[in-house]
Nanobody, 126 residues
Framework: QVQLVESGGGLVQAGGSLRLSCAAS????????MDWFRQAPGKEREFVAG????????YYADSVKGRFTISRDNAKNTMYLQMNSLKAEDTAVYYC???????????????????WGKGTLVTVSS
């Protein structure tokens, strides 16, 4: 079992920045690829960004490319999402998720993830 806890959400003005964290416990964090997903009110959960467990590979949704940066610190069992130039449409509950995987794999679908956090709310005011 892997337990995931997100933090760092909050209210920010458009154009501002936030840094989300996802703390993992349980199994060996470094064996798991990690993703960020988000779900806005009335919408389906969508992929935001992913990182391989080795940390060398990242992938982003087109909507956040160039504005968000995903990273991880396997020694601290923590993943991060630095969000810059935030827009009102980034408002959502953000979830981190994990799946045991090969070193360079980056999952991109919610169905492919085994473990989920409870989410942290990001609200961007325009």
């Amino acid at each position: 079992q892997v337990q995931l806890v997100e933090s760092g959400g909050g209210l920010v003005q458009a154009g501002g920045s936030l840094r989300l964290s996802c703390a993992a416990s349980g199994r060996t964090f470094s064996n798991y690829a990690m993703d960020w997903f988000r779900q806005a009110p009335g919408k389906e959960r969508e992929f935001v960004a992913g990182i391989s467990w080795i940390g060398l590979d990242t992938y982003y949704a087109d909507s956040v490319k160039g504005r968000f940066t995903i990273s991880r610190d396997n020694a601290k069992n923590t993943m991060y999402l630095q969000m810059n130039s935030l827009k009102a449409e980034d408002t959502a509950v953000y979830y981190c998720a994990a799946v045991r995987s090969s070193a360079r794999y980056i999952p991109q679908t919610a169905a492919g993830m085994d473990y989920w956090g409870k989410g942290t709310l990001v609200t961007v005011s325009s």
